[in-house]
């Protein structure tokens, strides 16, 4: 089986699961309450785009441990541990940017003092906090961390992703707000690159887990 047809599979099966419905109605509901009619949209989406590292490490939560025992094992011995802990990984962050894309599709549409560099900030917060919880999730749940200790540490390392300067999260997140107040440098493109080097890392820590201890 190739990626993509795993990706999908896993996509399919996190719906139907319906392990979707937790991370997902959390990120709606709270982004409901935080955004109005008229709030300066570059602000919302740094409130948007910040949501979706937590929520995206949920989903990654949700993705791994959706299919059942049985079932893994036959993808597993029709593709390999590799290819098929990659495609959950990859349908978790899949969903956690089509989140993002509805919350910055209403951020633009509620917000006041929208613009084109404003959209193309949003865009770009929304691909490196998806891409960053994404990075949190690999390597703060299964088969790097298993049982009690995975949801302490998955909440630290949102924490840290969120908070620590110079992060890719945080650097992206603050120049948004910045940008609201009218104070912020340029768009730091830097980034993207450096978000999907820490997802890229961090999927290759779980993947190799997975090899190794066949989980």
Same mark, same amino acid.
């Given at each position: 089986?190739?990626?993509?047809?795993?990706?999908?599979?896993?996509? +399919?099966?996190?719906?139907?699961?319906q392990?979707?419905?937790?991370p997902?109605?959390?990120?709606?509901?709270?982004?409901?309450?935080?955004?109005?009619?008229?709030?300066?949209?570059? $602000?919302?989406?740094?409130?948007s785009?910040?949501?979706?590292?937590?929520v995206?490490?949920?989903?990654?939560?949700?993705a791994v441990? +959706?299919?059942?025992?049985?079932?893994?094992?036959?993808?597993?011995?029709?593709?390999g541990?590799? @290819?098929?802990?990659?495609s959950?990984?990859?349908?978790?962050?899949?969903?956690g940017?089509?989140?993002?894309?509805?919350?910055?599709l209403?951020?633009?549409?509620l917000?006041?003092?929208?613009?084109?560099?404003?959209?193309?900030?949003?865009?770009l917060? !929304?691909?490196?906090?998806?891409? $960053?919880?994404? +990075?949190?999730?690999?390597?703060?749940n299964?088969?790097?961390?298993?049982?009690?200790?995975?949801?302490?540490?998955?909440?630290?390392?949102?924490?840290?992703?969120?908070?620590?300067?110079?992060s890719?999260?945080? +650097?992206?997140?603050?120049?948004?707000?910045?940008?609201?107040?009218?104070?912020?440098p340029?768009?730091?493109?830097w !980034?993207?690159?450096?978000?999907?080097?820490?997802?890229?890392?961090?999927?290759?820590?779980?993947?190799?887990?997975?090899?190794? @201890?066949?989980?």
């Amino acid at each position: 089986m190739t990626l993509r047809a795993l990706t999908r599979y896993h996509l +399919a099966l996190l719906v139907r699961s319906q392990r979707w419905l937790p991370p997902g109605l959390a990120y709606l509901v709270v982004l409901g309450l935080g955004l109005s009619a008229g709030d300066n949209a570059s $602000s919302a989406a740094a409130f948007s785009a910040g949501l979706l590292v937590p929520v995206t490490g949920w989903l990654v939560r949700g993705a791994v441990g +959706a299919e059942p025992a049985q079932s893994r094992a036959c993808l597993v011995a029709a593709a390999g541990w590799a @290819r098929v802990h990659l495609s959950a990984l990859l349908a978790a962050a899949l969903a956690g940017l089509a989140l993002g894309a509805l919350g910055l599709l209403a951020v633009l549409l509620l917000g006041s003092k929208v613009s084109g560099p404003m959209a193309a900030g949003g865009g770009l917060a !929304t691909l490196v906090c998806a891409l $960053s919880g994404a +990075a949190v999730g690999a390597v703060c749940n299964r088969p790097v961390v298993a049982g009690a200790y995975a949801v302490p540490l998955g909440l630290g390392g949102v924490v840290a992703v969120l908070l620590v300067p110079g992060s890719p999260a945080n +650097a992206v997140v603050r120049t948004l707000v910045l940008g609201a107040r009218q104070q912020g440098p340029g768009l730091p493109w830097w !980034t993207l690159p450096a978000a999907a080097a820490l997802a890229a890392g961090c999927c290759w820590a779980a993947v190799a887990a997975a090899v190794r @201890r066949g989980d």
